[in-house]
C-alpha cells in the first residue's frame, strides 16, 4: 500500500544524518495517505491493494462499462 511504501522511506531518512526535516514531512504524507486508503476501504468495501504497480480498489469484472 502507499502508506507503507511511505513508512519504509521516512524510516531511511531517519537513519540518514540531517535528514530529520524530510522524514518529518514524509510522516505527514504517510499519514494522509492512510487516511486515503481507509476512505476508499470504507466506500468500496475492499482494502486499496497494490497490484502490478497499479493501486486497485475493485476487480476488473466488477468495473461499470460505458
Do not use: C, W, Y
Amino acid at each position: 500500500m502507499l502508506s507503507d511504501s511511505i513508512r519504509i522511506l521516512r524510516q531511511s531518512k531517519e537513519q540518514e544524518a540531517g535528514k530529520v526535516g524530510e522524514a518529518l514531512i514524509l510522516r505527514g504524507f504517510e499519514i494522509e495517505a492512510r487516511n486515503m486508503e481507509e476512505r476508499l476501504q470504507q466506500i468500496t468495501g475492499r482494502p486499496h491493494v497494490p497490484l502490478d504497480g497499479n493501486l486497485v480498489s475493485q476487480p476488473e469484472a466488477e468495473a461499470v462499462q460505458p
